[in-house]
């Protein structure tokens, strides 16, 4: 059973780069037919998809955060990470990893980190 976890820093300045890893165990990032996202969920608001990567390396982002967004994953870690630069408050939310079978089927999720940005 493939479990992701993932961690980093609870509180950010405005204007600083977030910095998320999302660890993955009972499975390989590696996986044929998979790709990995990130989702976030503002408070008291839904689920926004930010971005992901395919095994390939290529990298997909919301065009909404595209220019802000950096996705990338280390296989020998067996981990993702996300990079958020020049933040605001208005990016605190619960930010989750999470695994796709392709196309489009959620099939694995971390358990969400709360970032704040706040000065």
């Known amino acids: 059973q493939v479990q992701l976890q993932e961690s980093g820093p609870g509180l950010v300045k405005p204007s600083q780069t977030l910095s998320l890893t999302c660890t993955v165990s009972?499975?390989?990032?590696?996986?044929?037919?998979?790709?990995w996202s990130w989702i976030r969920q503002p408070p008291g608001k839904g689920l926004e998809w930010m971005g992901a990567?395919?095994?390939?390396?290529?990298?997909y982002y919301s065009p909404s955060l595209k220019s802000r967004t950096s996705i990338s994953s280390d296989t020998s870690k067996n981990h993702i990470t996300l990079q958020l630069s020049s933040v605001t408050p208005e990016d605190t939310a619960v930010y989750y990893c999470?695994?796709?079978?392709?196309?489009?089927?959620?099939?694995?999720w971390g358990q969400g980190t709360l970032v704040t940005v706040s000065s």
């Open positions: 999470a695994r796709t079978l392709e196309p489009n089927a959620l099939d694995a």
């Open positions: 990567i395919a095994l390939s390396g290529s990298t």
């Open positions: 009972g499975g390989s990032i590696t996986t044929k037919n998979y790709y």
